[in-house]
Structures are given as structure tokens and as C-alpha cells.
């Protein structure tokens, strides 16, 4: 790996570190004013964040080594996965890094882990979140590699790097206009993935309703803040693959960077932030006028992505 991997490593992991709990602060906020409520502080998240950190861990006496190691496996996955999307600027392309494929195992993976540590201490509400979210995984996962493989078919490339670094040089639709269609089926997966309204509340405690929230309730201290950092991670990568490859505006291509200053790099910085917070926005708006949807309705809503996707692949490989 070259010197200047190591300085986009370190970039895009400090960028996402800091910005996650800002993109979750900013969600927060807007749904409460949409309800009529002042809502908590854009900060809040990492006010929350440093008081679990001074918190003692307690672990129930029934749980085994998964309960302890999961929250260390899921924060090292997501800062491992914050490499494949560049954002702030592509660096040269890498065999390993940026591939989607590898992106989706490193998903299902701390997936796989937050189950299990649901499942571990043997509670009830932990067991039926673990149950519902291999049930729900079961279905958006093909619909998710669909999506993913639709993206590889338009850019004829699995690797971000390069996705990125061509939409940074070219409008996306003088590429393909059906990238509007794979636009709304990636929104669709980062609500599914980021597990928001209508398919989960990231908010609620109801054992009718909670899914994410239900494999978190053994975790305390440290623990938790690593679990929460860890989701607000992956919902900042999904966001990122989102607004970095449809709206590129700002992300620098690797030719630009040999001749830019710190300045422009800064730059990229604060639009990737202000990209962001118009999505986190977005994302507020579209829950606060929807309701949860039934579980056994979800099935629907993920039926939407695939067949764009299908309907993507099926142009891109007969028409």
C-alpha cells in the first residue's frame, strides 16, 4: 500500500468517526420539529456517547465471550468498511479495498455477530429481535446483492474506487440515466439497512416493533456506545455510497489531489458534511410522514428495489 492510502485511511476513517453521530443528531432533530417537539441537541449523540464511555459494563451471568467481544467486532468491521467509499477524495485503485462484493460480507458478517449477541444471554426480547433480523436479512440481502450487481453493470466495475472517481468526473446521466432508478433502491436499502422507519424505530422499546433495538438491550457501558457508534458508522457508509456516487459534487478525483492544497481537501470535508446533513434531512422527512409498516408488509417495500434493480440489468444487458 502507498504513502497516499495510508493518508486516505486516515482521512476517510477520522471524517466518518466524527460525522456519524452528527448525521444520527441531525435525524433526531428534524423528526422532533416535524412532531411539534424542540428535540434533543444536534450534539446529543455525543454527549451520549461519552457518558456510556464512563459507564461500568454489566454482563448477565448467562451470556458467554460473544456478548463481550460483538461490540469490538462490529466497531472494527465498520471502521474496516469505511475504506471501501471514498469521501472526500478516490484514491488510486486498490484490489481489496472498494470492492462491493467484499463490502456486503463485511456487513453481513457484523450482522451475523449482533444476532448471536442478541441470542447469548437467553432473553426473550433478544431472542425474538435475533430471529426477526435473520428473518428480514434473509430477504434484503439478494435484494441488496441485486442492487449492488446492477451498480456493477452500469459502471462495468464492482470496485467503488472506480464508480466514484467516474462519477466525479462525468454527470451521472450523461453515464446512464438509469441511475435515477438505482438511486431510489439504494435509499430504500440504507432506510432497510440503517433499520428505520417503516421498517424498524431505532427509537422504541415496544417488543411489538423492535428489531435493531431488541439485540442491543444486554449491552450497558462502553459496550452499548461501541454498538450504537458501530450502527451510526454503517449508516454513514450507506449514505456515503449514496450521495458520493449521485451527487459527487466536491469529491476530488486522485489527479486533483498531487496538485491541491489541504485547503481543498478541507473543502471536500464540508461539503461531504453539508451532502450529508441535506440527506439526514431526507431521511427525517420520509419517517416522519410514514408509519411503520406490519412485518409482514415489509416483504413489499423490499420488493421495490429488486425490481428496479432486475429492471436495470435487464436494459443494461438486452437493450
Request: glycine content about 4%.
Amino acid at each position: 500500500m502507498t504513502q497516499q492510502f495510508f493518508i486516505y485511511a486516515a482521512i476517510n476513517i477520522f471524517v466518518a468517526l466524527v460525522s456519524a453521530p452528527f448525521f444520527m443528531g441531525v435525524i433526531k432533530k428534524v423528526k422532533a420539529l416535524c412532531q411539534g417537539r424542540h428535540g434533543p441537541q444536534l450534539l446529543q449523540p455525543y454527549y451520549n456517547l461519552i457518558k456510556l464511555f464512563s459507564k461500568e459494563v454489566v454482563v448477565s451471568k448467562d451470556s458467554s465471550w460473544i456478548t463481550r467481544i460483538t461490540p469490538y467486532i462490529n466497531m472494527s468491521i465498520m471502521v474496516l468498511a469505511v475504506l471501501f467509499i471514498p469521501l472526500i477524495f478516490v484514491p488510486v485503485n486498490n484490489t481489496v479495498f472498494g470492492n462491493i462484493i467484499l463490502l456486503i460480507y463485511l456487513f453481513a458478517i457484523a450482522k451475523f455477530f449482533m444476532a448471536l449477541a442478541g441470542l447469548d444471554a437467553g432473553s426473550a426480547f433478544g431472542g425474538m429481535g435475533s430471529s426477526r433480523e435473520m428473518s428480514f436479512s434473509s430477504i434484503i440481502e439478494p435484494v441488496t446483492i441485486i442492487v449492488f450487481l446492477a451498480l456493477a453493470f452500469v459502471f462495468k466495475t464492482t470496485n467503488l474506487f472506480d464508480i466514484t472517481r467516474e462519477t466525479a468526473m462525468h454527470n451521472i446521466f450523461s453515464i446512464n440515466p438509469l441511475l435515477v432508478l438505482l438511486a431510489v433502491s439504494l435509499f430504500i436499502i440504507l432506510i432497510t439497512e440503517s433499520s428505520r422507519i417503516p421498517v424498524d424505530n431505532p427509537e422504541t422499546h415496544l417488543e411489538l416493533t423492535m428489531i435493531h433495538e431488541a439485540m442491543l438491550l444486554e449491552q450497558s457501558g462502553k459496550n452499548l456506545a461501541l454498538m450504537e457508534w458501530s450502527s451510526a458508522l454503517k449508516q454513514t457508509i450507506l449514505m456515503a455510497i449514496l450521495i458520493n456516487i449521485f451527487f459527487p459534487v466536491g469529491l476530488i478525483p486522485i489527479n486533483l489531489i498531487t496538485q491541491s492544497s489541504p485547503m481543498l481537501l478541507l473543502v471536500s470535508a464540508f461539503l461531504f458534511l453539508v451532502k450529508g446533513i441535506a440527506l439526514s434531512v431526507v431521511i427525517a422527512l420520509f419517517e416522519s410522514y410514514l408509519a411503520k409498516l406490519r412485518l409482514f408488509l415489509l416483504p413489499t417495500l423490499f420488493a421495490i428495489p429488486f425490481f428496479l434493480a432486475f429492471l436495470t440489468i435487464v436494459i443494461e444487458v438486452f437493450i
